[in-house]
């Protein structure tokens, strides 16, 4: 028989959100007339804006006529499209990134979670806890973690970093030297940020300890406050340490058409065990081509319209709207009595259980009380736990319902 990878059996059950489908798909089965309210998984359900359904349909239809026809596109995507990105995602903020630094793919997820690829074994990384769990479990598969110890809710060989209501949920510096840092800002799952200030400190830390940051920056477009940095290049001299990873999932209603972008600025550079700088822009070019095969061009040209004048209109109207829904959530919450914290920069809402109350605990009782999901805290890592994620992602009307059932059942 064909050996195994055995580091996936150190992962711990099923990712986090098929497992709360599946148990949600157990409460339905045994009550079908349930009206269930899913803010769970961070899906959108706004359609996407006139403008990019507009660019994406005619983008389909030259793919109709042999003179406009495409097949393969650039592996790291078309030139129209990374220019936009860099002209008005970048350069607008003062952040000098060349579009050739830019490489499109379908999903921050699989970036953030491929990117350890270009890493050593022995790499060590740092996570903030809680954490988006991707970050975590593609380093277990890659055999760069221990065991999973029960006790504390963590891996051996991950350095946690807990992001709690005394630290205001920003990250403390690791005590040990680390490789790798996961940060996102806005932050999944706790909706909170990181300042000007805040991301200096990581740049002049990563610097120090010639250490790279991995900045995931896939909710940037609800940042409310001019003074909250969207990308972490608006910091000076993150150019030498950090990627950044972003999305137009969140954005621009793209979950289910699928477009996101990865920024390796040239000048990043990683070690050989023999002591020679290697640029990582040209390890993620290698990998990118010998791996994937491109965006469809049809797409491409749909994330090209989030810039156009209506498409940025459109798209901000979308975002005010989740926003809204996420003013609400806080509101109800404060008047029922939870803490809440962020919700304000970010389309999610993380608040105390009641009680500090196990997560999961929570988690049933919201499904049975009043049908609504949401995502336990300790699915987000061990300091997640006594806290609880809803999204801000859903219709007026559900989160009305939602908050009223919570009102009256909880
Ligand atoms: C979440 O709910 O945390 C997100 O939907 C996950 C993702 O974007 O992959």
Same mark, same amino acid.
């Given at each position: 028989m064909a050996s195994l990878n055995e580091n996936y059996l150190k992962l711990q059950a099923g990712y986090l959100f098929p497992e709360i489908?599946?148990?949600?798909?157990?409460?339905?089965?045994?009550?079908?007339?349930?009206?269930?309210?899913?803010?769970?998984?961070?899906?959108?359900?706004?359609? &996407?804006?006139? $403008?990019?359904?507009?660019?994406?349909? *005619?983008?389909?239809?030259?793919?109709?006529?042999?003179?406009?026809?495409?097949?393969?596109?650039?592996?790291?995507?078309?030139s129209f499209l990374r220019e936009a990105i860099a002209e008005n995602d970048f350069k607008s903020r003062g952040a000098n990134i060349d579009p050739s630094e830019i490489f499109i793919s379908d999903g921050a997820k699989c970036d953030t979670g491929n990117i350890q690829e270009l890493f050593s074994s022995s790499a060590v990384i740092a996570v903030t806890d809680p954490v988006y769990p991707v970050?975590?479990?593609?380093? @277990?598969?890659?055999?760069?973690?221990?065991?999973?110890?029960?006790?504390?809710?963590?891996?051996?060989?991950?350095i946690y970093l807990p992001c709690t209501e005394q630290n205001q949920f920003c990250p403390p510096f690791p005590k040990e030297r680390t490789d790798l840092i996961y940060i996102c800002s806005p932050n999944n799952p706790t909706g909170t940020i990181l300042s000007k200030d805040h991301l200096k400190a990581w740049v002049d830390y990563a610097k120090e300890n010639q250490s790279v940051i991995l900045?995931?920056?896939?909710?940037?477009?609800? !940042?409310?406050?001019?003074?909250?940095?969207? $990308?972490?290049?608006? !910091?000076?001299?993150?150019?030498?340490?950090?990627?950044?990873?972003?999305?137009?999932?969140?954005t621009a209603a793209f979950t289910g058409t699928r477009c996101a972008f990865t920024v390796v600025p040239k000048k990043l550079a990683g070690e050989t065990s023999s002591g020679e700088?290697?640029?990582?822009?040209?390890?993620?070019?290698?990998?990118?081509?010998?791996?994937?095969?491109? @965006?469809?061009?049809?797409?491409?040209?749909?994330?090209?319209? @989030?810039?156009?004048? $209506?498409?940025?209109?459109?798209?901000?109207?979308? !975002?005010?709207?989740?926003?809204?829904?996420a003013s609400l959530i806080r509101n109800a919450l404060t008047e029922k009595g939870f803490k809440v914290f962020g919700g304000v920069h970010a389309p999610y809402i993380w608040l105390q259980t009641p009680e500090k109350?196990?997560?999961?605990?929570?988690?049933?009782?919201?499904?049975? *009380?009043?049908? @609504?999901?949401?995502?336990?805290?300790?699915? %987000?890592?061990?300091?997640?736990?006594?806290? %609880?994620?809803?999204?801000?992602?859903?219709?007026?009307?559900? !989160?009305?319902?939602? &908050?009223?059932?919570?009102?009256e059942k909880i």
């Open positions: 489908e599946r148990r949600v798909k157990n409460f339905t089965a045994q009550y079908p007339q349930a009206d269930i309210i899913r803010l769970g998984i961070g899906d959108v359900t706004e359609p &996407l804006p006139p $403008s990019i359904v507009k660019a994406f349909g *005619k983008a389909v239809r030259e793919m109709g006529k042999p003179k406009t026809f495409r097949g393969y596109g650039p592996e790291q995507g078309y970050y975590v479990d593609t380093n @277990v598969m890659a055999g760069r973690t221990g065991a999973f110890n029960k006790e504390t809710g963590r891996y051996d060989r991950i900045f995931d920056a896939a909710y940037e477009a609800y !940042i409310t406050d001019p003074e909250i940095p969207h $990308s972490i290049y608006e !910091i000076e001299g993150a150019k030498d340490v950090a990627i950044e990873f972003r999305s137009f999932s969140k700088k290697i640029l990582l822009h040209n390890l993620w070019n290698r990998r990118h081509c010998t791996k994937f095969n491109g @965006v469809s061009y049809p797409v491409q040209r749909a994330a090209e319209a @989030v810039y156009t004048k $209506s498409g940025r209109k459109e798209v901000k109207s979308m !975002i005010s709207y989740y926003l809204e829904n109350m196990p997560s999961w605990m929570f988690f049933d009782q919201l499904l049975d *009380k009043a049908h @609504v999901v949401g995502t336990p805290g300790a699915g %987000f890592g061990p300091s997640g736990e006594g806290y %609880f994620r809803l999204t801000a992602f859903g219709s007026r009307k559900n !989160i009305r319902e939602a &908050l009223k059932r919570i009102k």
